[in-house]
């Protein structure tokens, strides 16, 4: 399984951004999609996360509200639509997939590249 992630960008304060991931492999659609960021000196930490069939996403609490995690099994692929960006969502942003509903970063064995998200105030 290969992951690729994209849409990073730098944006100001209030602003938006849609992060997607596409995955190969032909069993896309029995994993569990997670996002995750890392910003400069600390610990990646969970963002997001959506059940193989798109039914249940839960979020980190300052996500709540902001952020919308969605899928599109059809094109093996998973978005992260990122509202109302404050400095402090400032992160690389890593696409991650498992069978396991985790939100631990150990928990997720495939791992895009980041992408980087700079947010200006």
């Known amino acids: 399984v290969q992951l690729q992630a994209s849409g990073g960008g730098s944006v100001q304060a209030g602003g938006s951004l849609r992060l997607s991931c596409t995955v190969s492999g032909r069993t896309f659609e029995r994993y569990v999609m997670g996002w995750f960021r890392q910003a400069p000196g600390k ?5 997001a996360r ?9 979020y980190e609490d300052s996500a709540k509200g902001r952020f ?6 059809g094109k093996n692929a998973v978005y992260l639509q990122m509202n ?8 690389a942003y890593y696409c991650a997939a498992d069978r396991a509903w985790g939100v631990k970063a150990s928990e997720y064995a495939y791992w895009g590249q980041g992408t980087l998200v700079t947010v200006s105030s």
């Open 84 to 91: 109302s960006l404050k400095p402090e969502d400032t992160a």
């Open 43 to 47: 610990e990646r930490e969970f963002v």
């Open 50 to 58: 959506i059940s193989w069939s798109g039914g249940t996403a839960t």
């Open 68 to 73: 919308t995690i969605s899928r599109d099994n």
